[in-house]
């Protein structure tokens, strides 16, 4: 007998920058070393609460653009910061196109050697993270392999967005979420994750690559009680995709950024095991999943 289809929800996430940001209130001090948690409000009159850990990221900056970033008034929407050898530092922000220059000198070999101590080990994707945190450092290389680039992106740990999506979780449908890059796929990734795990008493397994979950052998608390299985290669996630159904018995697999044909075919073969399944893609609307040989196979 064939096995039925299984069915997957599509979710579009938006833009950030055509969403306005929302008033944010703030502790007056945060501690160097600490978690900073700032409320904010939402239509409906609820409330999220980000975590980002700043103070961490910026420890890896020369000590000139972590002052610098630390008085930015608009440090709450710092996307990430860019260090170039021989250009100008450059920090971005969410809503906005553009960058900003952070300082007039240039980076220096020097000044890249002691951001790439400070942070782990980058594996095969040229990524890297720092110890309990969900930032992420990403490399550009030489050709002689050499880091002549790094750019610094914070991840935030978000709770309170996931009521956009919680009347989905209930029909038990395997969901992928679509958006560009920087939307906010994974922070959604990781706040599904907790739910899932704490407020409905699910098995949750969370594939990834130190993304979601953050670096470290401990998962970031961001995730709840979720357990996470990390990914030694990125060209072995749709081999430990399977290796969690078949060794852990997840009600709920989470899996970020499916890119390749292997992993799609993982995803199909994961739902039609019974077992939901939440993914993220890239793309701006449905048109781009169908049309893309390599992923159409999730729709």
């Keep these: 007998m064939t096995p039925s289809p299984a069915r997957i929800l599509i ?120 110890e309990g945190t969900l930032h992420r450092i990403s490399a550009i290389r030489s050709r002689k392999g050499m880091v002549v680039g790094l750019t610094c992106r914070v991840g935030r740990a978000v709770n309170g967005h996931v009521d956009m999506v919680r009347d989905l979780l209930n029909y038990k449908e395997s969901i992928l979420f679509l958006g560009r890059p920087g939307v906010g796929k994974t922070t959604v990734m990781r706040e599904i994750a907790r739910v899932l795990a704490d407020e409905f008493q699910k098995r949750v397994i969370v594939d990834t690559s130190n993304e979601i979950g953050g670096d470290g052998d401990i998962p970031h608390a961001a995730i709840g009680g979720a357990r996470r299985m990390q990914v030694p290669e990125p060209s072995m996630q749709h081999r430990v995709m399977i290796e969690a159904v078949e060794n852990h018995m997840p009600e709920v697999v989470i899996v970020d950024e499916i890119g390749t044909e292997a992993e799609a075919q993982a995803c199909r073969s994961i739902a039609e095991r019974g077992v939901m399944l939440i993914g993220t893609a890239h793309g701006e609307r449905l048109a781009n999943i169908i049309k893309n040989p390599v992923l159409s196979d999730l729709v």
Excluded at 33 to 39: H, L, V
């Design 11 to 130: 979710f579009l996430l938006p833009t950030p920058s055509l969403i306005p940001p929302p008033p944010v209130r703030r502790p007056h001090r945060a501690l160097a070393g600490t978690a900073r948690c700032a409320p904010e409000a939402v239509a409906g009159g609820g409330f999220v609460v980000i975590e980002d850990d700043l103070s961490e990221l910026l420890q890896i900056l020369p000590r000139d653009l972590r002052d610098n970033l630390q008085n930015e008034p608009r440090r709450d929407q710092l996307l990430e910061v860019i260090l170039d050898l021989g250009r100008r530092p450059e920090a971005r922000f969410l809503g906005n196109s553009g960058g900003q220059y952070l300082r007039d000198n240039e980076i220096s070999q020097l000044e890249l050697e002691e951001a790439q101590r400070a942070v782990g080990e980058f594996g095969g994707d040229n990524r890297a993270g720092i």
